[in-house]
């Protein structure tokens, strides 16, 4: 099982959070294209994860060719833009949480034991994750190479986990996908093993470490 160690970032104290996400989180890499025959475009991808006392963050990092924004409210087809996504499953518990966002900062989130059996996340707990992104607006750009980023920092309290008894590690997975973009892909932080593009299958998580 591929696994990540997910530090603390300590430096906060005397660090911005772009400074200690830089200096201290753990580099991640989208690249395992599972699918080259029917979608050979692999855009690069790559971010860093780490935690606070009691909020996950992660760094998304986008550069490739094309950037699609059409959603520009959260809870719409975010899958379909340049989007990048976070899945994360909590020890003991067959749900899994997914948490989708595209260049401009808009989400899709929800949890569920499989695709079919989802439940949107409210609007509480969407006030809860900040989101940080340098695009606003809508976007279509088509050719060229387009760079972006995003950071969601999710509280470890949305997923029912107590800050003060972290559990040793989370289940989960990190994807890229851009459906109509013109480059269509779908890019994995852990390999997926399916014959066909489906990042619902908590069965190809990796393992998020949450050390010290």
């Keep these: 099982m591929k696994s990540l160690n997910i530090p603390l970032l300590k430096s906060l104290e005397t660090n911005d959070l772009d400074t200690a996400i830089e200096l201290e989180g753990a580099r991640f890499f989208v690249d395992q294209c599972n699918w080259p025959d029917a979608f050979p475009y692999a855009p690069f991808c790559c971010g860093r994860l780490a935690r606070t006392e009691d909020t996950l963050v992660v760094d998304f990092r986008v550069s490739g060719l094309d950037m699609r924004v059409q959603n520009t409210e959260d809870r719409g087809s ?29 989400m899709v989130a929800a949890y569920g034991p499989g695709r079919a059996s989802r439940k949107p996340l409210g609007d509480a707990a969407f006030e809860l994750i900040i989101r940080i992104a340098e695009i606003d607006g ?28 972290l559990p040793a590690s989370l289940r989960g997975n990190i994807y890229k996908c851009g459906d109509k973009t013109a480059h269509p892909h779908y890019l994995s932080w852990a390999p997926v093993g399916t014959p066909t593009p489906d990042y619902h299958r908590p069965e190809y998580f990796g393992e998020f470490l949450l050390t010290d």
């Design 138 to 165: 809508a976007q279509d750009f088509t050719g060229g190479i387009w760079s972006w980023r995003v950071i969601l920092m999710i509280p470890f309290e949305l997923m029912g986990i107590d800050p003060e008894k």
């Design 78 to 106: 975010v899958w379909e833009d340049s989007c990048c996504e976070l899945f994360l499953q909590v020890p003991g518990d067959e749900n899994y949480y997914n948490f989708e966002v595209n260049a401009a900062g808009k």
